[in-house]
Every structure is written in C-alpha cells, then in structure tokens.
C-alpha cells in the first residue's frame, strides 16, 4: 500500500489525533475532516491518503473510496492551485454563467475538473454556490466572486495564474492556495474566518423591508404579519 514518508506520516498523524479527538463518541464521523486534511499534503485524495484515513479510523479503504468519491470537493486526481467553480445553474446560466464558462473553457484550453498545464487553475461547474443573489457567481478555492461577466473571468484566472494577490468580494480579503485551504477545512483556522463582510447589500434587502413595513415571522408579536399573516386573516374571513 503507498505510504508517506516519516516526517510526512508524524505530522499527519499528529494532525488527525486533534481531529479525532474532536469526535470521542463516533471517532469515524472525523472521516469528512481528515480527507480534507490529506488534501491539505497532496492536493487531491491520494492512495496513501486513503490508506491514512483507513487505518487512523479503523475503516476499510473501500469504505474510505466510497466516501471520497460521493462529495466533488474530494478530488481523485491532483487538484490546481485553485479550483474555479462557475456556477451553471439555472439563475446564474441566465445571468451570464453560461456565457462565462464558455468563455473560461475556451480562454483556458481546457473542461470541467480539468487543469491548467502550469498546475494553477483547475475548472469546475458548480451546481450553485449558493449566493445566487449574486448571480453570476465565480468562487475561487469556495470564496466569492459575485456579480462576474466573461471579461472579469478572465482576468481573474489571468491573475491567478501570474501568481497575483485576488481579492474575493466577501468574506476573507485573500484567496489561498487549495492546499492551505483544505487544512482551513479540516479544522486548522487560518486566522482568515472573520475579514470582510459575510451578507451583502441583496442579501440584506429582505432584512431591511421587514423592518421597514414591520413585517414579523408567524408567532412572533403575537398575530402574524405580512405576507404570512395577511394570508393567515384572508383564511380567517372565508371561515367567517
Ligand atoms: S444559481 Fe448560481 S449561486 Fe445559486
């Protein structure tokens, strides 16, 4: 079975004993974690990661494939330094998604879960990334590149590739590399978490017309308000 190196195997296993440590009823639902965590040393979920989580967990390594294979950030094969997701659903398609992703794919060379041959970018469709009132929507190692056109695209994989600081347009004001980020979500903060803001202005529209017209959910302050409430009273008359 492939295997790490002894230095690489010490620090792994030091590493996965915190994050097993943070299930101590079900030490097996550390699985998801440690993935990302061997993502973090080889960029993708390699063979002696897999042998890694198998045996740490006292799992098979059948039972290890089988969820590596079931969730797309789990990659088979080594990933770029970034993953570019672009949204293709049906808001962001209509929105310009599909004008984007034939534009990347054409500007790059290459498909879906396909890498640049420098190893910087690699290029998914994403099924939303759920942000959709940003539509089109870019995310770059899953941070947020709202509101995108064909011509931002591309200058934002042009600046990826030439190495050049990209700022996303929410959250953590830098995108890292894949590797750093995998070890974010395996449970090692960066220090990045709380930079930026995480609701934009669309998002906070609803928020700030429920105020406005003193909408409340049902059951709080007593009769409910708004839509929900004037379909509640509308159903109180027809009994009437
Ligand atoms: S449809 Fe693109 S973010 Fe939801």
Redesign the pocket.
Known sequence: MASYDAQTLARLEADAAQVVARYPEHPRSALLPLLHLVQSVDGYVSPAGIGFCAQTLGLSTAEVSAVATFYTQYKRHPNGTYTVGV?T????AVMG?DAIWAELTEHLGIGNDETTEDGAVTLERVE?????DY?P?IMVNWEFFDNQTPSSATALVDALRAGEPVHPTRGADRVVSFRETERVLAGFADGHANEGPGAGEPTLVGLRLAAEKRWTAPGEAGEPDGPAGARKRGAKREEA
């Not at 659903?89 to 962001?92: A, G, Q, S, Y």
């Not at 939303?128 to 959709?132: G, I, K, L, R």
């Open positions: 949204c659903n049906t808001l962001c998604g939303c990334n759920a942000a959709c539509a929507v």
